[in-house]
Structure formats: structure tokens, C-alpha cells
């Protein structure tokens, strides 16, 4: 067997997610609300032996989002989500985004170490820095930081909850009986963290959890914010189209990490796939292809339109994508970078791509998978391609990102997770019952 094993995870996004028609699927769920759906899925991924369901953020009602059904289109609070999926597993880690901009270093550790404690060490913080008008709406009472500083307070942040997890040792919680003595305070310490951004004095209420805390996962991809993953995190989330980019990330963040002082290997890239499952590589395509017809034009120029933030909604479909951005140009610059990366993903696929393409035209292909990659094939087919990417150091795991919520969970867990297990790059069981245990594939036994 491999010593090296495949992370695996499973993107909790809904109604839909980087395919815009998910939701409109005539396998997916629709009752987003039932507390029930997501236990089936903890189940499932668990089943699967996946490492983790992983829940995304936002922080503000975006009414485009919601008329389609886009991500995020409906929210509900990520740790309350992550609870419910908690109660229902029992190895399952579960990641849960919430933001380094908008809350407080003592909440996040008292939220975030509770869950984990409940969980037993199953827990993992998704750190994101967040902005916008819309945002900082519903969070007047907050400074609005430009992008670099966000980083510098994320770091203050970041330390200072770390700093509170750390405030009691492992052995400070007695509860003898015999003595009276229930904490030994003398093992509890007060951070009294003091930056320029954030105060905090400590020490939390809580003790340690079977992990030591949960473990950190970012996702920026400035050159900012692959600075503070290298320093900070344990998984980093990317979504690149082809190998060549996943590589060269993958490399710069061990670089990184390096020049951190941390161990390289500490640092494991997760890349958003978006698999395509079929009995034969036909009904595969097949199943691509009907995929296709499930996205509204208008619907995916909304999508489009808050990646490039450029307003694109209402013009005619039928305008080339240059002509739309120039009459809507908030930041062109976005749009030229978008049609480029297009070019790039076509040429990737071995196609080439009209940079005339109209404006629908361009939204649809952006709506298929927002850049993900798109794996498709028979099970073993599937198996081949994230196989190739993983053994090329390309990439130490993915994201699963569903076509159909939650069937295509199902799909891998039935056709693409038993030819990995065959073929010895992932397991057949956990290592531990703790995240950070089968994130270090042995069960885990120390402090980070």
C-alpha cells in the first residue's frame, strides 16, 4: 500500500454549487431545510470512509443568488449545520468556514473548540477573510479593512484563538472527588493577547479537545493569502483547472511553508473535482452532456457576473462577452482574465474556444463547473484520472463538488472509492477518531 493516501472530502453546498443547475437535477433534494438530508450525507461520506464534509460561508443575501438557486443561495449557520452532521457520525471530520473578519477571537475558539469537543476531535476551521458593501452591511460595528490588512488582522486572529485553545494543558481538568479539586488551575493559563487588531485576555472555558483543537484550513490564493496558509494551515482548498497550475501551487505553498519553518508535508493541497459518474464512459458523457441543459442562461450570467464583479445581468445574451464587460466595466481587467482563463480551460480539454463567444455562451460554459475540473468516466475511469493527479504530486486529496445533491455522493462512494481502495491510495478504514489522527494517517497522540 501506498504510504501516501488520498484526502477526500465531500463540498456541502446547496442548492447548488459550482454547476449552477444542481438543484433543478431531477435526483437532487430540494428540502434543504430537513435536518434529516444532511445525516443521510454524513452517513454516506462516512460509509465511503471520506475524510470530511466540507461547509462553506457567506455572510450576506445576494438576490440574484437566491432567484436561481445558486450557491449559497439559502445559508443556515455553518456549526449548527456541522452539528448535525457531527451527531450522526461518529470518524467523519467536518469542516466548517466562518470568518476571521467578522468574528471574535474568544467566539470562534469557544464555537469552534465546543463542536470540536462534541465531535471528539472531528472538527475543522475553514478560515476566510471576508469584505464587501453587502457584508459589512450586516456588520457596521466592524472596520473595513482593505485586502492586505484583512490578512494582517486574520493573522491576530488566528494566533489569538490558537492562543485561547491552548490556554489549558491536557492534564488541568482533574474532576477528583476524593479531593475537591476539579481544575488545577495552575495548568490554565491566561493568553492576554494584546495586537494591533485584536485583544483578547483568556483563558477559554473550555479544555482541550482529543485533537488539541481543530485543524486549520485556508483557501486564498493571493499572493497574501498563500502566505498566511503556508504559516497557519493544515489543508489548503484550490480550485485550478489543470495539472500543470496545481502543481506549481503546490509547490510555492510548500516553499512557503518551508520558509515558515513548518514541515512541508504538514501542508496538503485539496483541489475542488467535480466527478461525473456512468456505467460506461458514453452514458458518462452522456450525463455531462444532459447536465448542460439544466442551466438557465440568466442564471448563469448571474453567477458569472459576481465572479468577475461586473454587473452582466439584464444585456442581451446574444452581445459578445467583450462588448458586455466594456458596457457594464466596473473592472475589466476581471473579465479579460476571466475570457483568458476560459481560453486556458478549452485548451486544457484539448478544444479551442471563439474569445467571440456571446455573452450566454460564455456564462453556460463558466456555469458548467465555475473552473472545476470535471472528471468523467466510469468508476474506474474517474479512479485513473485522480489517481494520476494525486501520484504526480499535483495534489495530496479533493473536494468533491456534486453535479446532483447528494446522489453524486453516492456515485463515488459506490463506483469511484472501492477502485481507490483496490488500487491502495486510500484507505479501507479510519486510522483514528480523530481529524487530525487520519489526517496524519495514525492515530493521533500529541499537541500540534
Known sequence: MSKRQLFLAGYILFPSNHYVGAWRHPYSERDFNDRALYEDIGRTLERAKFDMAFIPETLAYNPNFARYGLSNGIKHEPTQLAAVIAGATRHLGIGVT???????????????????????????????????????????????????????????????????????????????????????????????????????????????SPQDGPVLIQAGDSARGRRFGAK??????????????????????????????????????????????????????????????????????????????????????????????AARATDAAAGVRLLDNLTRLAAGNGEELDTELGLGEVARIFGASEFTPQIVGTGAEVADQLIHLFEAE??????????????????????????????????TEYADTTLRGNLLGRPYGGST
Open 98 to 208: 466562518l470568518s476571521a473578519s467578522y468574528n471574535a477571537p474568544y467566539h470562534l475558539a469557544r464555537t469552534l473548540g465546543s463542536l470540536d469537543q462534541f465531535s471528539g476531535g472531528r472538527v475543522a476551521w475553514n478560515i476566510i477573510m471576508s469584505k464587501g458593501e453587502p457584508t459589512q452591511a450586516n456588520f457596521p460595528f466592524v472596520e473595513e479593512l482593505d485586502r492586505e490588512e484583512l490578512y494582517d488582522r486574520g493573522d491576530e486572529v488566528v494566533e489569538a484563538t490558537v492562543a485561547l485553545w491552548n490556554s489549558w494543558s491536557r492534564d488541568a481538568l482533574i474532576a477528583d472527588k476524593a479531593t475537591g479539586v476539579f481544575v488545577d488551575t495552575d495548568q490554565v493559563t491566561t493568553p492576554d493577547y494584546r495586537g494591533k487588531y485584536v485583544q483578547v485576555r483568556g483563558p477559554l472555558t473550555l479544555p482541550p
Open 232 to 325: 497557519w494551515a493544515e489543508l489548503i482548498f484550490a480550485i485550478e483547472n489543470n495539472e500543470a497550475d496545481l502543481r506549481a501551487k503546490r509547490q510555492d505553498l510548500r516553499r512557503l511553508a518551508a520558509e515558515q519553518g513548518r514541515d512541508p508535508d504538514s501542508v496538503k493541497l485539496i483541489a475542488a473535482v467535480q466527478p461525473i459518474v456512468g456505467e460506461t464512459t458514453e452514458i458518462a458523457r452522456a450525463r455531462q452532456r444532459f447536465l448542460a441543459t439544466l442551466i438557465d442562461t440568466d442564471a448563469a450570467i448571474a453567477f458569472l457576473s459576481q465572479f468577475v464583479r461586473t454587473d452582466l445581468t439584464g444585456l442581451d445574451p446574444e452581445l459578445s462577452f467583450r462588448e458586455a464587460v
Open 394 to 427: 499535483a495534489v495530496d486529496g479533493y473536494v468533491l463538488s456534486p453535479t446532483h445533491f447528494p446522489g453524486a455522493f453516492d456515485d463515488v462512494a459506490r463506483a469511484v472509492v472501492p477502485e481507490l481502495q483496490r488500487r491502495g491510495v486510500f484507505r
